[in-house]
């Protein structure tokens, strides 16, 4: 009887060694997947944050884009370019005086 109880309680400790094992192995595999969905959940709020800034620069120039063609539209018309060379170039039709105001502080 007395080996039959030696052999149990051998047994029952290399159960619970293999158990403490297992149990280790568990925590690390758990401890690796926590952190790796920490890193990949950082690394979606980083690219998340990267896509909002490309759609913004997007947004602007397309913005601009419709800007410019606008005014490659409007440089069409010769009434257009009259009007920007009469206040840049300071050019003006043949008979035409130019009226120069000055800015006076009151």
């Not at 400790?13 to 690796?32: P, T, Y």
């Not at 709020?45 to 120039?61: H, T, Y």
Request: proline share 3%.
């Amino acid at each position: 009887m007395a080996s039959n109880t030696a052999a149990a309680s051998n047994a029952s400790v290399g159960a619970r060694r293999r158990l403490k094992l297992l149990l280790a192995v568990v925590v690390l595999f758990m401890s690796w997947a926590i952190y790796t969905l920490f890193m990949q959940y950082n690394q979606a709020a980083d690219r998340n944050v990267q896509l909002i800034e490309a759609k913004k620069q997007l947004s602007d120039a397309q913005a601009k884009n419709v800007a410019l063609k606008q005014e490659v539209a409007r440089l069409n018309d010769p009434e257009y370019i009259g009007q920007i060379a009469r206040k840049e170039q300071g050019m003006g039709l043949p008979g035409e005086k130019s009226i120069q105001m000055e800015n006076s502080a009151p």
